[in-house]
C-alpha cells in the first residue's frame, strides 16, 4: 500500500494525501480464477506445494473462501518465503474485506449479514441472529493479525500484517489502540504504522500521546502517521505539526515541517527562520519560506542566494518565484536590489543554458528541479533584481522556444535598460542573407516586439495617452528605429511583419514611403502588414499623410495606398470622395476592397450606392468588405429624424444580403453590425424580396489565405 508521505508536492516535497490506494492487483493470474471456488482442503495442498507458483494460484483462491475456514490459510499465505505469495494473500484479504463490508454489500444492493444465505425474511429469526452476530472479515482479520504480531519473528508476515490491518480502517483502531498499551519494543512501532494506514481520524489521539514518549523510533513513527492524515483531519493535524516544529528530535521537525508544506500551510517567519540554519532541514524550510507571509522572508532567502550550492540554490530560487508571484512581490523586488551583487551575477549564470567563462552553473538537477523552469525563474529574478548581464540573457534565451514566454517578460520588468543589448543583437541578426536568419526567425521578431513596446512606453512615460516618442530627440530610439526599418525589407515574414507593426508605433512621417512600398510586396501577410502599419502612420500623422494621399490617388500602382490613408483620416474631400467611387469600381482587387471600406468610413450614408454596386463585385473580398461596412453604417443610423429613409435604404440592401445565400456574405453583415437576429423588421423585407437576386456568386473566386474575415485595411492591434 502506498504511504501518503511518499507522494511528491509542490517543488518535489512530499505531499499529505488522503487513504493509500490498495495495489493494483497483476494481471498474471486470471479473473477467473480468483473467482472460481475450491475446496479450502485443495487450496491446503496447494499452499504446500514446493512450486511458488503454484502456491501463489492458491494464494489468489482464497479471497472467495469462507473467511472462517480461510483464516488459518491466509496466515500461511501471508507469511510465505516467496513476497509474490504474500502479494497475492494480501490482495485476498483485500476482497473478503470488501465482501463483508457495508459499503460494498450497499453497492450490491444487500445487507452485509445476508452474504451467504437468501433474504432475511426467508431465513428463520434463529439464522438471522447467528448471521447478525458473526464477526466480519475485518474483526477476523484484525484479531489473527495482532496475534501474530506477538508471537511471530517473520519479517515477511509482519509487513504483510500490517498492511492488511492498515486497509481493515477503522474496524481496526480500537483493537491497535488497545494492542499499543499492550506490546513493547518493534511490536509497537508496527501498530503505530497500521494506525497511519487505517486513516482514521480516531487513531490521532494514541498516535499523539506515543509523542510523548522516549522512544525515538516510536516517536518517528508516530508523526509520519500523523502527517499522513493531513487531509483527513486538517485542523487537528496542523495544530500538532506546528507544535512539534520545536521538538528535540530532529526528524520529527522534518517530518512536521514536510507535512504542513503538503498541506500548504504557512509557518510563522519567527518559527521558520531558525530553521533555515540546519543543513538537515533548510530543504523543507525554504519550500516552507515559499508560503511565508512575512516581509521577512524574502530577505533572508536573498541573502541565502549569495553562498547557497547546487538543489539548495534551486529550491531557493522557486521559493523566491513563489513569492514573487503573491502578495510578497514588492518585497521580493526591493530584497533582491539590496542584496549584494554576487547574487545578482548568480542569478544571471543560473538562467544561461550552460555555464560562460569557464564558470560552473547551479545546478537543476537537485530534488526533482526542472532545469527549465529554474531557468526561467531565475531570468526572471535576475530581471526584477536588474542584474547586470539579465538584459543579455533575456535576449539570448530568446532564442530558446521553451523561454521565450519568460524572455518577454524579463524584458519588459528591465524595460529601457534592456534597449542596448536587445539593439547589439539586432545589430548583429538584421541582415539581408537569408541563410542567417534560419532559425532566428521567431526570436528576432519576438525582440523587435519587446524592443518597440519599451521604447513605446518610454517615450510615452507610462501614459497611453501621451503620442509616441519622437526618435529625433531620442538616439537609444533612433539606433532602434533604424535597425526596425532595415528589418522591414528582411526575406523573414515574421521579422518583416513584426518591423513593419513597430513602425506603425514608434515611426516617423519619413517612413510613409518605405511602408507604401510593401503594401505592393508578394507576401501577403508583409502586405497587410503594411496596410496596418500605413493606417497607423496616418492616425499619428494626419497632416502629412493628407498630403500623401494626394500623390498615392495619381496612379494607379498607389490607389490602395491612398484609400488606407483616407480611411484612416476618416473624412474626404469632394475630390477625394469621386476618387474612391471610381476606384471602387476600376483597379485591382485589394484597391477596390480598401475604397469600398474607406468611402463608407469617410462618406456615410453617401456611399450607398457605391456600396449596393459593390454587392455584386466579382470577387469575393470586396463583396465582404461591402457587406461589413453595410452592416456598420446601418447600426450607426437612426430610424427617426432625417436618417430615417436612409436607414430604410441600407435595410433593403442588407435584405438583399440576407437573400443571397451566401453564409459568409451574411455573416460579414453581420459581423458589421447588422442585427440580422434581432430586429424584426428583417422578417419583412425578406417577404417583400421577390425578385430575383441580382448579386452574382463569382464561380472563379479563391479564397486566399489571410484575406477571409480579415480587416480591410487593418488598424494596428
Known amino acids: 500500500m502506498s504511504r501518503a508521505f511518499d507522494d511528491l508536492g509542490p517543488y518535489g516535497d512530499p505531499r499529505v494525501s488522503d487513504a493509500g490506494a490498495w495495489p493494483t492487483e497483476p494481471e498474471s493470474i486470471s479473473p477467473s480464477v480468483r473467482s472460481t471456488p475450491m475446496p479450502i482442503s485443495a487450496i491446503a495442498a496447494a499452499l504446500a506445494a514446493d512450486d511458488a507458483e503454484e502456491r501463489r494460484q492458491a494464494a489468489a483462491r482464497l ?21 509474490r505469495v504474500r502479494k497475492e494473500a494480501t490482495y485476498a484479504c483485500h476482497r473478503l474485506i470488501q465482501q463483508t463490508s457495508p459499503s ?28 447478525a452476530e458473526r464477526p466480519s472479515a475485518s474483526q477476523l482479520l484484525v484479531g489473527a493479525l495482532l496475534d501474530a504480531l506477538r508471537t511471530s519473528d517473520d519479517v515477511g508476515l509482519r509487513n504483510a500484517a500490517i498492511e492488511v490491518l492498515g486497509y481493515c480502517g477503522r474496524d481496526a483502531t480500537p483493537a491497535l489502540v488497545g494492542a499499543l498499551g499492550e506490546l513493547a519494543g518493534d511490536e509497537r512501532k508496527l501498530v503505530v504504522d497500521a ?29 509520519e502517521a500523523i502527517s499522513g492524515m493531513g487531509l483527513i483531519a486538517r485542523e487537528r493535524v496542523t495544530d500538532i505539526l506546528y507544535e512539534r516544529l520545536a521538538d528535540r528530535d530532529r526528524f520529527v521537525r522534518l517530518t512536521s515541517l514536510n507535512g504542513l508544506n503538503g498541506l500548504e500551510a504557512p509557518v510563522p517567519w519567527r518559527v521558520l527562520a531558525p530553521l533555515i540554519d540546519d543543513p538537515i532541514l533548510r530543504s523543507s524550510a525554504l519550500v516552507a519560506a515559499a508560503l511565508a507571509e512575512s516581509p521577512e522572508a524574502p530577505r533572508a532567502l536573498c541573502a541565502a542566494l549569495a553562498t547557497a550550492r547546487g538543489g539548495a540554490f534551486a529550491q531557493l530560487v522557486r521559493a523566491l518565484a513563489r513569492l514573487a508571484e503573491g502578495p ?12 549584494p551583487l554576487e547574487v545578482g551575477a548568480r542569478l544571471v549564470q543560473a538562467a544561461a543554458a550552460q555555464g560562460s567563462g569557464g564558470a560552473e552553473p547551479p545546478s537543476w538537477r537537485g530534488l526533482g528541479a526542472d532545469p527549465v523552469s529554474g531557468r526561467a525563474q531565475a531570468l526572471v529574478l535576475a530581471a526584477m533584481a536588474r542584474a547586470p548581464g539579465a538584459a543579455d540573457a533575456a535576449v539570448q534565451a530568446m532564442i530558446e522556444p521553451a523561454l521565450v514566454e519568460t524572455a518577454q517578460r524579463a524584458l519588459g520588468l528591465l524595460g529601457e535598460e534592456a534597449l542596448p543589448a536587445v539593439l547589439a543583437y539586432l545589430e548583429r541578426h538584421v541582415d539581408p542573407d537569408p ?53 522591414v525589407k528582411s526575406p523573414s515574414t515574421l521579422v518583416a511583419t513584426s518591423a513593419l507593426y513597430g513602425l506603425a508605433k514608434i515611426g516617423t512621417a519619413d517612413d510613409f514611403e518605405l511602408v507604401v512600398s510593401q503594401t505592393r510586396a508578394i507576401s501577403l501577410p508583409v502586405a497587410r502588414a503594411a496596410e496596418s502599419a500605413l493606417a497607423g502612420l496616418s492616425e499619428r500623422y494626419p497632416e502629412a499623410a493628407r498630403a500623401l494621399a494626394r500623390q498615392l490617388m495619381q496612379a494607379e500602382r498607389t490607389h490602395l495606398a491612398a484609400a488606407i490613408v483616407i480611411e484612416a483620416l476618416g473624412s474626404a474631400d469632394p475630390e477625394e470622395l469621386a476618387f474612391l467611387r471610381s476606384a ?26 457605391v456600396l449596393s454596386f459593390s454587392l455584386a463585385d466579382e470577387e469575393r473580398e470586396v463583396r465582404l468588405a461591402a457587406a461589413r461596412a453595410l452592416g456598420r453604417l446601418y447600426a450607426s443610423l437612426s430610424d427617426a429624424g432625417p436618417a430615417g429613409g436612409e436607414r430604410a435604404r441600407a435595410r433593403e440592401l442588407l435584405g438583399l444580403v440576407r437573400a443571397s445565400g451566401e453564409p459568409e456574405l451574411v455573416a460579414a453583415a453581420a459581423q458589421g453590425g447588422a442585427p440580422f437576429r434581432s ?35 487593418g488598424k494596428v492591434p
Open 104 to 131: 460494498a454489500a450497499a453497492a450490491e444492493g444487500e445487507r452485509p449479514a445476508a452474504a451467504q444465505g437468501g433474504a432475511e425474511g426467508d431465513r428463520p429469526p434463529a439464522a438471522q441472529g447467528a448471521e
Open 195 to 223: 494506525l497511519g494506514r487505517t486513516r482514521d481520524p480516531a487513531a490521532l489521539d494514541a498516535l499523539y500521546a506515543t509523542l510523548g514518549e522516549k522512544d525515538d523510533n516510536l516517536r518517528q513513527s508516530a508523526i
Open 435 to 487: 541563410d542567417l536568419w534560419e532559425g532566428l526567425d521567431d526570436a528576432t521578431a519576438a525582440l523587435i516586439d519587446g524592443a518597440v513596446a519599451i521604447a513605446e512606453q518610454r517615450g510615452r512615460g507610462g501614459d497611453p495617452a501621451r503620442p509616441a516618442p519622437d526618435a529625433a530627440a531620442d538616439p537609444p530610439l533612433d539606433e532602434l528605429l533604424g535597425a526596425v526599418r532595415r528589418s
Open 679 to 713: 430586429d424584426p423588421p428583417w422578417g419583412e423585407a425578406g417577404d417583400r424580396l421577390s425578385a430575383p437576386v441580382s448579386i452574382e456568386v463569382g464561380e472563379g473566386a479563391v479564397s486566399t489565405p489571410g484575406m477571409s474575415g480579415g480587416p480591410p485595411s
Open 63 to 83: 479471497g472467495r473462501a469462507d473467511v472462517a475456514e480461510a483464516l488459518p490459510l491466509l496466515l500461511r499465505a501471508l507469511g510465505d518465503p516467496d513476497w
Open 328 to 339: 510578497l512581490a514588492s518585497h521580493v523586488v526591493t530584497s533582491l536590489r539590496a542584496a
Open 584 to 609: 471602387a469600381s476600376a483597379g485591382d482587387v485589394r484597391a477596390r476592397r480598401a475604397a469600398v471600406t474607406a468611402v463608407a468610413a469617410a462618406a456615410g450614408v453617401a456611399a450607398l450606392d
